[in-house]
């Protein structure tokens, strides 16, 4: 009895799954990111790091203060031929490597002026204000 049930159940499932997947329109699979990313969000400004940022100092970060709202994010992107990064002088968030053509983006939820810099290039400065 129990072997007859289980073919029983066996046979219903086979017929499911094989009837089930049949569909008159094709399906388009969603895209799957090939590197962990945080979900999207809206940038407030963006920040460019020019050709030549390691001879530029407080011109390293284009533009340099930027000031944005509580919530607001940030966008860095890496418009040099070598890699930079950007780091908060507090600690507050670091890039890591930027690599050309790359970018970093940084939500502030929180007022304050936040000074960073470059880890790599400790002469390149900038400043976020959150006002």
């Known amino acids: 009895m129990k072997t ?4 029983l159940i066996t046979l219903s ?3 499911l799954v094989s009837c ?11 895209p799957t990111p090939t590197t962990p990313t945080a979900p999207a969000t809206s940038v407030s400004a963006t920040v460019s790091i020019p050709v030549g ?21 940030v966008r860095w992107t ?3 031929t070598i890699t930079h990064t950007t780091t908060s002088n507090t600690s507050v968030w670091s890039s ?4 050309p053509g790359g970018h970093f983006d940084m939500t502030f939820p ?3 002026t936040f000074p ?14 959150v006002q």
């Open 4 to 7: 007859w049930h289980l073919g």
């Open 78 to 80: 890496n418009d040099d």
């Open 96 to 99: 890591g490597n930027v690599s």
């Open 53 to 73: 940022a390691t001879s530029l100092g407080a011109g390293a970060y284009v533009p340099s203060p930027v000031t944005i709202a509580p919530g607001g994010t």
């Open 13 to 15: 499932t086979f017929i």
């Open 20 to 30: 089930g997947g049949s569909s008159s329109s094709p399906t388009t699979p969603t």
């Open 116 to 129: 960073y810099h470059c880890a790599i290039h400790p002469g390149m400065v900038g400043t976020i204000v």
């Open 110 to 112: 929180t007022t304050g």
